[in-house]
DNA sequence: AACAACTCCAACCGCTATTCG
DNA sequence: CCGAATAGCGGTTGGAGTTGT
């Protein structure tokens, strides 16, 4: 698939688009043996057909360790708000006071949620103090602990990757994303779409969500990575297939 | 059930800032 | 100091998924 690339003659054209789950295990691979280092150095060594924007991108964004998926809880929510009030369209400085969370993210997020919808979210944030720093959040959800999936990833820390945590009760349905529950409903990746469609009752939303618009493809792609033919995974068996391939690799210099 | 409208977000684009020779 | 290369940032968009009719 996309790594194709570096081949002597008929230099193929630099891939875009979505990355596929062997691309990011390439480039996880390639940056916990090596380090970030130069960019595009780095995805002409890894040998993935991305450029090195792209690859900086997806490394920073959504697979560093570290990196919290999930909904923006109400008190992040509060603390963009307060935040964006004194920097303005500083994203990346916002995202310095948001522990794991990315300049892109922050950016959806008050795009979509804040300036789209003021009104509704001015109320959300009435019935939550703004904490407005990261002792502060993290100190406002600290008992409930909702900021590390359940499947976390040991020394890697990566977080949740793929997994968006079901566990914002007090945001109510903020969206409707729930592959997991489908799993648990024995829905193999094929299917996995129109058989979580809103109607379907037997997946409604409230139970383990994985984010839709990757979910299926990540799904159907880890079929063909995982041993044992996985098809329609859960978080386990997700975190199996990434904890043995984190496995084989060597102990990162990098300080992650 | 089917379709249209809407929502959300991953990823791209273009520009600016920084680093390096 | 200058120019090229690289990194970083913010704006924008395409498309998948969700919701309403």
């Given at each position: 698939?996309?790594?194709t690339?570096?081949?002597?003659g008929?230099?193929?054209?630099?891939?875009?688009?979505?990355?596929?789950?062997e691309?990011?295990?390439?480039?996880?691979?390639?940056?916990?043996q090596?380090?970030?280092?130069s960019?595009?150095?780095?995805?002409?060594?890894?040998?993935?057909?991305?450029?090195g924007?792209?690859?900086?991108?997806?490394?920073?964004?959504?697979?560093?360790?570290?990196?919290?998926?999930?909904?923006?809880?109400?008190?992040?929510?509060?603390?963009?708000?307060?935040?964006?009030?004194?920097?303005?369209?500083?994203?990346?400085?916002?995202?310095?006071?948001?522990?794991?969370?990315?300049?892109?993210?922050?950016?959806?997020?008050?795009?979509?949620?804040?300036?789209?919808?003021?009104?509704a979210?001015?109320?959300?944030?009435?019935?939550?103090?703004?904490?407005?720093?990261?002792?502060?959040?993290?100190?406002?959800?600290?008992?409930?602990?909702?900021?590390?999936?359940?499947?976390?990833?040991?020394?890697?820390?990566?977080?949740?990757?793929w997994?968006?945590?079901p566990?914002?009760?007090?945001?109510?349905?903020?969206?409707s994303?729930?592959?997991?529950?489908?799993?648990?409903?024995?829905?193999?990746?094929?299917?996995?779409?129109s058989?979580?469609?809103?109607?379907?009752s037997?997946?409604?939303?409230?139970?383990?969500y994985?984010?839709?618009?990757?979910?299926?493809?990540y799904y159907?792609?880890?079929?063909?990575?995982?041993?044992?033919?996985?098809?329609m995974?859960?978080?386990?068996?997700?975190?199996?297939?990434?904890d043995?391939?984190?496995?084989?690799?060597?102990?990162?210099?990098?300080?992650?």
């Amino acid at each position: 698939m996309g790594r194709t690339c570096g081949r002597a003659g008929g230099e193929p054209a630099v891939r875009k688009g979505p990355w596929t789950l062997e691309e990011d295990l390439v480039l996880v691979g390639y940056i916990s043996q090596h380090g970030e280092g130069s960019w595009d150095n780095l995805a002409r060594a890894a040998g993935l057909n991305r450029n090195g924007k792209s690859c900086r991108l997806r490394w920073l964004n959504y697979l560093r360790p570290g990196v919290r998926r999930g909904s923006i809880t109400p008190a992040e929510d509060a603390a963009i708000r307060e935040l964006h009030a004194s920097l303005g369209n500083k994203w990346s400085k916002i995202a310095e006071h948001l522990p794991g969370r990315t300049d892109n993210e922050i950016k959806n997020y008050w795009r979509t949620r804040i300036q789209r919808r003021p009104a509704a979210s001015a109320q959300q944030q009435q019935a939550y103090h703004a904490p407005a720093t990261a002792a502060a959040i993290a100190a406002s959800e600290g008992a409930s602990s909702s900021s590390s999936a359940s499947a976390s990833h040991g020394s890697s820390a990566a977080g949740d990757w793929w997994y968006v945590e079901p566990n914002h009760p007090e945001q109510g349905a903020d969206r409707s994303q729930k592959s997991v529950a489908a799993a648990a409903a024995g829905v193999d990746s094929g299917s996995a779409s129109s058989a979580l469609t809103r109607r379907d009752s037997s997946a409604t939303a409230g139970d383990g969500y994985m984010k839709t618009s990757y979910s299926d493809r990540y799904y159907s792609e880890l079929s063909s990575v995982a041993a044992d033919g996985v098809k329609m995974v859960d978080a386990e068996s997700f975190w199996n297939v990434v904890d043995n391939f984190w496995g084989t690799l060597p102990v990162p210099d990098a300080t992650f």
